[in-house]
């Protein structure tokens, strides 16, 4: 039995199971990291060795650009204008993709790569629930250049650090808020690396 990690009764979304205090009974883990740390790659191996089920925000996001539904252009218009997808928009895609997956055998959702900053986790928990466990991927800034720069060769040394510089700006407070309010580990890249 997964005991609920609230303290506090919270929001209520959609269709998903809740405990008395309005909690996400079921449990779900968050994969953090910086772009090109390695999250799509540890995410599957979790699948492959505990069968969690995997949940990619920005493959959601991506997923219904491409649908053309009238949620697309909510999301299309913030991009063009370079900011970033309303945090309203991704926890709809998350529950979703979460109502979706229950009674599928799903014991645990590993949600990869949400939220990015304080005030989408804050809302996040306000409206899902707070996290069994927080993994953050520590990876340096170089190896995410290099990995990001060979990913897409079109993309501009610029453009790549300054990803990295504001994925770094938001880790420090996104590190003490789950360090004070959930479990939080910190994986090294390294050690990942030599563990296959």
């Not at 999250?39 to 505990?50: A, P, S």
């Not at 009238?70 to 900011?83: A, K, T, Y």
Request: charged share 25%; hydrophobic share 35%.
């Amino acid at each position: 039995v997964v005991r609920c990690p609230c303290t506090e009764p919270r929001g209520k979304l959609g269709t998903l199971p809740r405990c008395e205090n309005g909690c996400l009974t079921q449990p779900f883990l968050l994969l953090q990291g910086g772009p090109g740390s390695g999250k799509g790659t540890q995410c599957e191996k979790l699948v492959q060795k505990y069968g969690f089920t995997h949940i990619c925000a920005a493959e959601l996001v991506r997923n219904e650009l491409a649908s053309a539904s009238e949620r697309s252009l909510l999301i299309r218009e913030p991009l063009e204008r370079g900011d970033p997808v309303p945090v309203d928009i991704v926890l709809e895609l998350l529950k979703d993709a979460m109502a979706a997956h229950l009674g599928e055998d799903t014991k645990v959702f590993l949600i990869e790569g949400y939220p990015q900053e304080v005030k989408q986790g804050e809302e996040f928990e306000r409206r899902i629930g707070q996290p069994h466990l927080v993994i953050c991927m520590e990876c340096s800034a170089d190896t995410m250049t290099s990995r990001l720069l060979q990913r897409n060769p079109d993309d501009r040394a610029e453009a790549v650090t300054q990803r990295i510089q504001t994925y770094y700006q938001a880790l420090v407070a996104m590190t003490a808020h789950y360090e004070k309010n959930t479990q939080l580990h910190k994986v090294s890249l390294t050690l990942l690396s030599e563990m296959g």
